[in-house]
């Protein structure tokens, strides 16, 4: 039987992969459009860029479920295909890997609205539907389940409930932070800060604390959030940051940061203790490629993590 995840990554980092979104907008998906249905619609063209991802290096894929729940999925008319459209995430991202072993992560994205009272959704609507989609993907096999880009602790709550719920293998709780207009510290858009993010996640049942995306989070500071949860807690940590910072561009957003200018910050995150490397938006398999190189060097040498004992 395959080591779970949350085993695997406490005997050596594991490398992640890279964006989803801007490499479905690269394969010719128009903004606004659904890139869940891809699944069913092009798996061809889904499955090449996770192929692209396994070539470069990455242990771990994030099925393209990112939008894949029924209140997301709704806004494109397909709220029929919940099941379908995750079921087929997971087979495509375990396909990419092809004889290769490797984990596929079934990705769970914010559902996009707001609970009451703030918004018009219910909480037993976002916990239907996330239940929904953990069960479609755990059905499928995925090795672990992470509830991602999460900005506020009740979603992230509804989100590892759900997961756990259907028994997912491992559990991983993703936050995204945004840095403080003056540049002191980093929380989420709701105020949640790493401390109380990796508390909660520890206190839900998760078994890896993660971060990813988010606003001006370089390697820097997603070394900075690895050391702020290690010090709340002993689970496994996961990073995946952006490209650099967002720049509009001709009324497009880019991240424009090189593979050689982020992977140098892969072996300070490596030291400061990640178990799990990847990046988020504007990514490529150019930079996860880079990352497997500066990690394989890193392993190599045989470092050991800051804070070991904490
Ligand atoms: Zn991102």
Redesign the pocket.
Known sequence: MKERLQDAVRRRPLLGDG?MGTQLMLAGLEQGNCGEAWNLTNPDRVLAIQRRYAEAGSDCLLTNTFGGSRIMLNRHGHADKVAEINRAGVAIAREAFGSRPGYVIGDIGPFGGLMEPYGDFTEAQVRDAFEEQARALADAGADAIVIE?QTSLEELTLGIQAARQVGAACIIGSMAYDVTLDGSTFRTMMGVDPEHAAQCMVERGADIVAL??GTGMDMERARQAVLRYRRVTGLPVMAQP?AGQPKLVAMKVIYDETPQEMVRGVAPLLLAGVNILGA??GSSPDHIRAFRGAMDEFLRTGVQHENQTV
């Open positions: 964006a880009t990813n995306c952006n988020c938006c």
